[in-house]
Structures are given as structure tokens and as C-alpha cells.
């Protein structure tokens, strides 16, 4: 018997404008409870088909009324101009839609390194999230690093195998290429109908029966079959697998793989649910999202098993007046706690907020406390967001994820709570710029323009960073690679109408000790005819393991030093850390340990101790054999074999350190080095050249490396005035 299962709901704006409304005795009225509530993100490697996907999701719940494309710029998700002249997902963009009565949140993230950032912040809110691998290419860098993050943060997890239907396409290399390369527990929970030209749908392994799409159409209609002759031994061996997977970690399926039984296709969903929930396994599927196949039963997978607000732990954060642990549960009667995720300026509403919230009822009009900032806001407007569009509504609740207006001064991390409640959340960690360039307006009537976009800019993008040069009075921008900082300075010129010139990149480097040492005073001593300053302090300085910043530690005993000035001590070794002692850069992983000092009753004051504190810790870094780090970046090159000579040695002619060659998915070879940042700029344009435009590459940031001393003469030498 053939079944023809048709999937376009049709309960676009309808469906979504009854979500809150008017009760005749409740003023706002939950119409989708938390259990039937989902917030995913949409995650791979750039090109991997994240937006596609996310487009065929708003079609068939039907969001949207048309299919829209990322290579013709009609993608609804992709609506920044830079977006769609560039065919890439550049800002992270929410939706909601419906389906099977479960109200779905979704985050369609950037897959370029670049814009890591919005990845990074949200995962933060997220409850779980689809992992999309390009069927032949299979894992790819920023699909390594995405991944990571996701497991960061405990993110749950359904991978996607699409783009079946290209020439190469190897699902259960993919399956492998994921349980190695990430060391998941991958289980496909499908398996395809044909490859390349040939795939035609699934076969859903825990109901034993195939789906075929039509190759016309926009894949609205599918057919329900039994599992084709040619694929039944296939299928009934992934099946066993998928049985063995799940009797693995649930004691129910265990008994009956023991005893030889055949499970019902509710039992093996009950238990993969839980897996999933508790990443032990992640389920994976199969389909070709821009062929219009295999969305649907994705759809299913999301509702099925990924976790609702409910499934998650109750949040925990730090009372800021008494600094204990608190913790807050998903429940609308329960104070208001919410995290500001994003923000962003809009052109028609001004300063949009996106805030995941945890606990409570937010409503329009309410006055909030920002317990990060001690700072009391007041939303003026609540807004479920579809891309750039802004729908308002009366309210928001726990597990929801929409924009408000009205906050002026949240930003990115910040935690809303109801005033009587307060409560801190841990912020989302973001990584430090390498790249920097120096701009200035084109004309003195865009100064004030200029130094107000930046602004704007740098509040909505926590990886961007605007500073001005001491020395040359100049304004430096800094972000996370070339496309990134292209971006931000072409939004400059579109979105805030103001016209700049901007230098070549330069790398931001870092510098840090090598050795430890130990007894280093600092003293602040001013007499004038009142009262004088007095700090005295002694630190020990030593190196600390890569990426840790700063670890401060008092050792004061007996009121050698009040407690009082011990914060100013550690905010003026925080500030002489800014600027380093060799080149100006800033000074990183160091443990600084504060062992004695002296005070002065009438004299001493928190300034004078801070400066103290920086005059020590900047002597104590002299002492301590200061060395320059400088960005390595990760790059992966795919080149056809007859180049791979050429690649590798104008590779190891930028100081690279060739870690892998491997036999790429697709044919040619897979090239992984460590190569410093400096040595990469204009290396697109160099590998085109060099291989007649046929390889490709994708660079990440590594770590911060010691510069070789040739490198850090130069890098010295640039750095002192000429004069000198």
C-alpha cells in the first residue's frame, strides 16, 4: 500500500499570532506549553547548507509562503545586503514556526570562522541544535569547532547528512568521519535510497519503511513504502545496530537484545529520546535539502528528540547581594530571569535586545532590574523576530527567545531578572581579535558619524574592538579575520552612511613571561603639604598555562595590607597587563600572587595602591624574560594532487608546520598546517593563482605561539620611533 503524506501546515501567521492573546480573566494566555516548546540551532561548516535547510523548514511548517534561495539572494533567513551578495550566513537570524503542534525556535548560525561569535552566543541559549554535514566532504574544520562549542555548553544534538544527491556523496563515511573525528557516538536512524543521482529518499529504520520524494515539486508530498527488496538487508542491519546502540545505555532495550526480542518502534524512540538527552548518542539522517528531500522527517527528529526547556537543568547563577548560587526553574511563575544573548541597531526600531528567558513572564512595559550592571531598564515593546521582520506581542515566557526594545543599557551577557530577585548567569566567552587595521573618516564632517557607528558596532559584536593608539592618535579596529573587519567597515558605509579610509591589516600579537619571579616591590610614595599617597606591595610573577588571562591571588596576613585595597591592587596589575614591556601589547597568562607590602594610616588610598600594583607588576615582567606570542591559525587546504607540491612548499614558505596530508573526500588531497596569521594575508588570491583556481581553503584560529627571534626583532624595530 502507498501512502502519500503531504507536510505544508499552513499555519503561517495565523498560528503564530495565537500563540499569546487576550484571556477574558487571564491577561496573557500561554497557548504552546514548555513541553511542546523547542529552541535549536542550525550549525555546520560554511556551504554545508545550514540557511537551505532552515529555508525548507520555514516552507513546509509554512512560515513562509515561497522557497527562498541562497545562491539567487532570495533566501529569507540570509537578509543582510553583505549576506546576499556573498551567499553566506554572516549574523545569526531567529525564527519560530509550527509543526505537529510543537512550537519550534530557530537560530540559523554563520558557518565562517569569522563570525564565530554568533555561534558562540547561541549555543549559550540554545536547548539543542542540528549538526549539518555536506555528504562529501563530511567533517570539516568549522565543523570541528562548532561541535566543540556545542559541547561546551551541553547542547544536545541531531546530525543532518546533506546534499545526498551530489556527485561523491558517501553517507556512511560521513557517519565514520563523525564518530572519529568528534568521538560521537553517531547512530543513523536512516538510511538513503540511492546516492548522487539516484537518491530519492530514506529508509526510516525504526519503522522499517522507506519515503520517496518526487523529483518535480517542491517536495511538499512524499510517498510512504515498504522498504524495497535491494534495501532490505541494509536496512535490517543498521536496524540491529541502532538496537545494539541504544541497549547499550538503556536497560530495558539491554533485557530484550538480550533475550533476542524485537523491540516496537515507540519503545526504540522512548530510549533513543533519552540517549539523545544525554548525549550518548545523536541520531542521524539523511537528505538533500536543496533537492527538497528529506526535510520533513528532520522536522520529525527535532520534535522527537531533541529536549524542550523542561528537559533541561534549572539554571544556576550568583545572587549579586550575597553571593551564593541560586537556581532558577523553567516555569512562568517563577521570577523573571532572562540573558541577553545579542544585540543589535535597527533601523526602524532602534536598539534591539534578543533575550533567551529561563524563568518567569516578561510582558511589555515592565520595569527590570539588570542585575549584571545594577542597572534598572524598562522594556517597551516585546517582539517575536522571523529574520528582520518584528512581530510585537503581549508577552513573553519561560523557555521563549524573542527581542525587546526599550533597554539602553544591556549588553551582550547581561542577565534581566525582576528587581526583587536578582540573579547572575554565566555570560557566553568570547575569543580575543587577532587581526587589526587603523581607520579614519574621509572627511572631518564624518568624525562624529564615525566614532558613533563603532560604537554601535562594537556593542553588537563582542569580538569586535575599538581603541585608539596612544602613540600615533589613530583608530584601530580589531576583529577576528579579513572578512570579518570587510564586513563591519562595509556596514559602516551602508548602514550608517559614513565614509572611511581603512590601512592594511596588522596581527595582533601578544606578549607574556617565561620564567618566574619572585619579591618584586612597587611603591607609590608622594608627599605634598596635605595629605600625601602611600602603596607599597610586593607580587611574585610566574607563568600560567596558555589562555588563562590573568590568575590574581592574595596572600596577605595579619593587616599587612588592609582587605580594602586588594581590589585596587589587582585593578592596576589588570591595567599594567594592557601594555606590555616590549613591543605595547598586551601582556597574557601570567599567575600573579601578592605575598607582602606595607600601608600608611592617614596616607595610603585605593590609587595609590593601584598604581603600585601596575608599577610592580610592569618592573616584575621586565625581570621575568618577556617574550612575543603571535596567532597560528589552523588551515586546511583541499588541492588536486598535480598542485599538492606547489601548496606545500609556498605553505612552508610561510612559516607553516605541516601537520596531516590525507586523501580528500572527493578526490586530491587534504592539507592541514599551523601557519602564523602574519604570513596568511592575500594567501586567497596566492592559491588561486597557483592551482588555476581549482583548490580551496579554511583558516581558524589555533593559539598564540612564541614568535621566532627573527620575527620578534623586526616586530621591536617597527615598534620604536625612528628617531630613537
Not at 191 to 203: A, H, K, L, Q, R
Request: proline fraction near 6%; glycine fraction near 8%; include cysteine.
Amino acid at each position: 500500500m502507498i501512502e502519500v503524506a503531504s507536510t505544508r501546515t499552513g499555519t503561517g501567521e495565523k498560528g503564530e499570532r495565537a500563540r499569546v492573546r487576550r484571556g477574558e480573566d487571564d491577561p496573557v494566555f500561554r497557548q504552546f506549553p514548555m513541553v511542546r516548546t523547542r529552541n535549536i540551532g542550525i550549525l555546520a561548516h560554511i556551504d554545508a547548507g545550514k540557511t537551505t535547510t532552515t529555508e525548507r523548514i520555514l516552507y513546509y511548517t509554512g512560515k513562509t509562503y515561497k522557497v527562498g534561495e541562497v545562491d539567487e539572494g532570495t533566501a529569507v533567513m540570509d537578509w543582510m545586503p553583505q549576506e546576499r551578495e556573498r551567499g553566506i550566513t554572516i549574523t545569526s537570524a531567529a525564527t519560530s514556526c509550527l509543526w505537529k503542534d510543537h512550537w519550534i525556535n530557530i537560530i540559523d548560525t554563520p558557518g565562517h570562522v569569522d563570525f564565530t561569535v554568533e555561534v558562540e552566543r547561541s549555543l549559550r541559549v540554545l536547548d539543542g541544535a542540528v549538526a549539518i554535514f555536506e555528504a562529501v566532504a563530511g567533517v570539516q574544520p568549522q565543523t570541528e569547532a562548532v561541535w566543540r562549542q556545542a559541547n561546551r555548553y551541553g547542547v544536545p544534538r541531531v546530525c543532518f547528512v546533506n546534499k545526498m544527491d551530489r556527485v561523491g556523496a558517501d553517507f556512511f563515511r560521513t557517519v565514520r568521519m563523525v564518530r572519529e573525528r568528534l568521538g560521537a557516538n553517531a547512530v543513523p536512524i536512516q538510511v538513503p535510497w540511492g546516492s548522487e543521482d539516484s537518491f530519492c529518499g530514506v529508509v526510516d529504520l525504526i519503522e522499517m519503511r522507506a519515503l520517496r520524494w518526487p523529483e518535480e515539486g517542491l517536495g511538499e508530498t512524499f510517498e510512504v513504502l515498504p522498504v524495497p527488496p535491494e534495501l532490505l538487508p541494509l536496512a535490517r542491519e543498521w536496524r540491529g545496530r541502532l538496537f545494539e546502540a541504544l541497549a547499550e545505555v538503556d536497560d530495558h532495550l539491554l533485557a530484550m537484545f538480550v533475550e533476542g526480542e524485537e523491540p516496537a518502534p515507540e519503545e526504540l524512540r522512548r530510549a533513543l529520546r533519552q540517549a539523545t538527552l544525554k548525549m550518548q548518542v545523536f541520531p542521524v539522517l539523511a537528505g538533500a535539502s536543496l533537492k527538497n528531500k528529506g526535510v520533513q522527517p528532520l522536522l520529525d527528529a527535532i520534535v522527537a528528540y531533541l529536549p524542550s526547556p523542561l528537559d533541561m537543568p534549572s539554571v544556576r547563577g550568583m545572587n549579586p547581594g550575597n553571593g551564593k548560587t541560586e537556581e532558577r526553574s523553567p516555569e512562568d511563575s517563577e521570577p523573571l530571569t532572562a540573558l541577553a544573548f545579542k544585540v543589535m541597531s535597527d533601523p526602524y526600531v532602534g536598539r534591539l535586545t534578543y533575550l533567551r528567558i529561563y524563568s518567569g513572564t516578561l510582558a511589555a512595559g515592565r520595569a527590570v532590574l539588570n542585575a549584571s550592571r545594577s542597572k534598572k531598564e524598562r522594556v517597551s515593546r516585546v517582539l517575536r523576530m522571523h529574520a528582520d521582520y518584528r512581530e510585537d506581542v503581549e508577552a513573553a515566557f519561560s523557555g521563549d527567545i524573542v527581542a525587546v526594545v526599550g533597554l539602553k543599557q544591556t549588553f551582550t551577557g547581561d542577565t534581566l531578572t525582576d528587581p526583587s530577585y536578582p540573579i547572575i548567569l554565566e555570560p557566553p566567552s568570547f575569543p580575543e581579535p587577532v587581526i587589526s587595521v587603523a581607520i579614519e573618516p574621509k572627511s572631518a564632517a564624518d568624525q562624529d558619524k564615525l566614532s558613533d557607528a563603532l560604537r554601535k558596532l562594537a556593542e553588537e559584536d563582542p569580538t569586535f574592538k575599538v581603541r585608539v593608539d596612544d602613540e600615533t592618535g589613530q583608530t584601530v579596529i580589531s576583529g577576528m579575520g579579513e572578512l570579518h573587519l570587510e564586513v563591519l567597515v562595509d556596514r559602516l558605509m551602508r548602514d550608517f552612511g559614513v565614509e572611511a579610509r581603512v590601512g592594511r591589516p596588522q596581527v595582533a600579537y601578544r606578549e607574556t613571561v617565561r620564567r618566574a619571579v619572585r619579591g618584586v616591590e612597587g611603591k607609590y610614595i608622594r608627599q605634598t603639604g596635605g595629605r600625601g599617597q602611600y602603596g607599597h606591595v610586593v607580587l611574585d610573577v610566574e607563568p600560567a598555562a596558555a589562555g588563562t588571562g590573568l590568575a590574581f591571588e592574595s596572600r596577605i596576613a595579619g593587616g599587612v595590607i588592609p582587605k580594602e585595597f586588594i581590589p585596587a591592587i589587582e585593578a592596576g596589575v589588570r591595567e599594567a597587563m594592557e601594555t606590555g614591556v616590549l613591543a605595547g601589547y598586551p601582556v597574557v597568562d601570567l599567575k600573579v600572587t601578592l605575598t607582602d607590602g606595607s600601608y600608611h594610616e592617614v596616607d595610603s588610598s585605593d590609587i595609590a595602591f593601584k598604581i603600585a600594583g601596575s608599577v610592580a607588576l610592569k618592573e616584575a615582567v621586565k625581570r621575568a624574560d618577556p617574550i612575543l606570542l603571535e596567532p597560528v591559525m589552523e588551515v586546511e587546504v583541499v588541492t588536486p594532487d598535480e598542485y599538492m607540491g606547489e601548496v606545500l612548499q609556498d605553505l612552508t614558505g610561510r612559516r607553516g608546520r605541516i601537520e596531516s596530508i590525507d586523501v580528500a573526500a572527493g578526490g586530491g588531497r587534504e592539507i592541514r598546517a599551523l601557519v602564523p596569521l602574519a604570513e596568511m594575508f592575500g594567501y586567497a588570491t596566492d592559491l588561486r593563482s597557483r592551482t588555476q583556481g581549482r583548490a580551496s581553503y579554511v583558516m581558524r584560529f589555533h593559539s598564540y605561539q612564541e614568535a621566532p627571534p627573527a620575527v620578534t626583532e623586526e616586530i621591536l624595530a617597527r615598534s620604536r620611533p625612528a628617531d630613537r
